[in-house]
């Protein structure tokens, strides 16, 4: 028997739809961070990133404005799509980047492409709306922290069954979640408070509810545990 001549990967390669997502990132923020240095773009780039910000950021005063009126403009609405996209500074994208891959590359070798994209954009949409009707006293939210929130919770959700099935404590699998909002809950105390945790843990409760239904055999799976009970 012949072995296969065709080189083998030391790795499984990134997800499609991750790899697409961490491009968008990077080729925004690099984008910026060229103009800010004046590599691009010539003296008004200067100000990209800020005027981004202001058209596609999510601005939670927008939104009760929105809701209060019953009035939806597209220009708005559609903050609720690009503001997982746009960053405060390099740091802060570098930090959004590094999670997605992580957490993509674990979910996306179980989930389909289709159902990586809605948990990464449902969850992100679903933390700007709460963070938006609870209207906190910073209003602006960006980056992609909410999405891979949802992407940590569609982790958590995959490590909830794993330990079911072997007989483990179940609660095991929110450690990561647990580790995290205490890293928050510690820069917080630190550096001053940060209501952006609240999209973030809005995120991250969406992104396990999805996964309830996109993961692989997700709706069968359910309708037989109504049915068993």
């Not at 984008?31 to 981004?52: C, K, M, N, T, Y």
């Not at 950021?57 to 609405?77: C, K, R, T």
């Not at 949409?125 to 922290?145: C, D």
């Not at 510690?186 to 992104?207: M, Q, Y």
Request: without cysteine.
């Amino acid at each position: 028997m012949q072995n296969d001549p065709r080189p083998q990967s030391p790795v499984n390669p990134l997800p499609p739809v991750v790899a697409a997502l961490f491009l968008l990132i990077v080729v925004v923020e690099l984008a910026f961070s060229a103009g800010a240095r004046g590599l691009i773009g010539g003296p008004g780039a200067v100000g990209w990133r800020q005027q981004a910000i202001q058209t596609y950021a999510f601005n939670s005063d927008i939104f009760s404005w929105m809701i209060q009126n019953g009035i939806y403009p597209l220009e708005h609405v559609m903050r609720l799509l690009s503001f997982p996209f746009l960053h405060g500074g390099f740091t802060h994208a570098l930090f959004s980047g590094v999670l997605l891959l992580a957490l993509g590359k674990f979910v996306g070798d179980v989930f389909s492409q289709l159902a990586v994209l809605a948990v990464f954009i449902l969850s992100a949409m679903a933390g700007a709306v709460v963070y938006g009707l609870l209207n906190p006293a910073q209003p602006w939210l960006m980056g992609a922290f909410p999405g891979v929130y949802g992407l940590i919770g569609a982790f958590t959700y995959l490590m909830w069954l794993k330990l079911g099935q072997a007989g483990a404590q179940k609660l095991r699998a929110f450690t990561l979640i647990g580790v995290l909002m205490g890293l928050q809950l510690t820069f917080g105390l630190l550096f001053g408070a940060n209501t952006n945790w609240v999209a973030d843990v809005s995120g991250f409760v969406a992104g396990f509810a999805l996964s309830v239904f996109v993961a692989p055999g997700g709706w069968r799976n359910l309708r037989e545990r109504i049915r068993h009970r």
